[in-house]
């Protein structure tokens, strides 16, 4: 069975916005566990919440950028 290349690109898109989403939502569980053990509360979780929000959204801004590249190239090729 052959995988057809455009599904395999609307795959790789949706595995790239949920890294992003992990990327979001991973440094929030380190801040709070960090918390946990340093007694830092809510520090660490402020400050995971505020890296997780820049990183994951620095990640969707370059894949918008990725993506529009692509169409536009496309575009001047047809």
């Known amino acids: 069975m052959e995988i057809d290349p455009k599904e395999a690109r609307e ?10 989403g992990l990327e979001m939502v991973a440094p929030l ?3 709070l566990w960090v918390d946990y053990l340093l007694d830092s509360s809510p520090w660490g979780l402020i400050v995971g919440t ?9 990640h969707l801004i370059l894949m918008a950028n990725r993506i529009e590249q692509q169409r ?3 575009k001047k090729q047809s």
Do not use: C, P
Not at 15 to 20: C, L, N
């Open 50 to 58: 505020v890296l997780g929000f820049v990183g994951g959204t620095i």
């Open 29 to 31: 569980g380190i801040g």
């Open 72 to 74: 536009a190239e496309k």
């Open 11 to 20: 795959f790789g898109y949706y595995f790239a916005m949920g890294q992003a």
